[in-house]
T-cell receptor
Framework: GENVEQHPSTLSVQEGDSAVIKCTYS??????FPWYKQELGKGPQLIIDIRSNVGEKKDQRIAVTLNKTAKHFSLHITETQPEDSAVYFC??????????????FGKGTHLIIQP | GAVVSQHPSRVICKSGTSVKIECRSLDFQATTMFWYRQFPKQSLMLMAT?????????EQGVEKDKFLINHASLTLSTLTVTSAHPEDSSFYIC??????????????FGSGTQLSVL
């Protein structure tokens, strides 16, 4: 099955700086890569996703890049703010003809924004 | 994004009792929902896939008689933890598949249920 590796496990950056979180996946058939933000005691919130037919997607301060050949994808957050502090999970899945399968998650990155 | 409501958010029960957790898609229909389990400071682990009108599909190592899943309608899936024991204490999260968006399907998550078994 799919295996997703995520690095780093903890990332501390100064407010206003950029943060980058990287993930690799093992199954070359995977074609959907979402990123989730989880605050303490809450469920994950979808913040951005990318499908395998594109290499990059951006939404305001958040961007995701995908390298299918190398089987890795990254989350980029620019101009970080205190409210960006949370645990971020990458995930991968295969969209079969019947729709999205259950996601395989990375282990998460605890992002800490230092004021 | 689409809204998935999960209830209760927190439950404390005695060992040996059963607990039911509800997951509702509020503004869309979900033929498929997923149940995850999360231990402190760890990632989400898929427990089972809940399909409306049919039996759930369980991941390897998950006891189907322990974790009963019912998906009786297009907007509701329930997870019942039967004869709960302290080792069942965990954060349980559901997600629902939503295909409203033109670029394909997305998965949205409920707010989670913290189960504590005494």
């Amino acid at each position: 099955g799919e295996n997703v590796e995520q690095h780093p496990s903890t990332l501390s950056v100064q407010e206003g700086d950029s943060a980058v979180i990287k993930c690799t996946y093992s199954d070359s058939a995977s074609n959907y890569f979402p990123w989730y933000k989880q605050e303490l005691g809450k469920g994950p919130q979808l913040i951005i996703d990318i499908r395998s037919n594109v290499g990059e997607k951006k939404d305001q301060r958040i961007a995701v890049t995908l390298n299918k050949t190398a089987k890795h994808f990254s989350l980029h957050i620019t101009e970080t703010q205190p409210e960006d502090s949370a645990v971020y999970f990458c995930a991968a899945s295969l969209h079969s003809g019947g729709g999205a399968d259950g996601l395989t998650f990375g282990k998460g990155t605890h992002l800490i924004i230092q004021p | 994004g689409a809204v998935v409501s999960q209830h209760p958010s927190r439950v404390i029960c005695k060992s040996g009792t059963s607990v039911k957790i509800e997951c509702r898609s509020l503004d869309f229909q979900a033929t498929t929902m997923f149940w995850y389990r999360q231990f402190p400071k760890q990632s989400l682990m898929l427990m089972a896939t809940s399909n409306e009108g049919s039996k759930a599909t369980y991941e390897q190592g998950v006891e189907k008689d322990k974790f009963l899943i019912n998906h009786a309608s297009l907007t509701l899936s329930t997870l019942t933890v039967t004869s709960a024991h302290p080792e069942d204490s965990s954060f349980y999260i559901c997600s629902a598949r939503e295909s409203r968006y033109g670029e394909g399907e997305k998965l949205f998550f409920g707010s989670g249920t913290q189960l504590s078994v005494l």
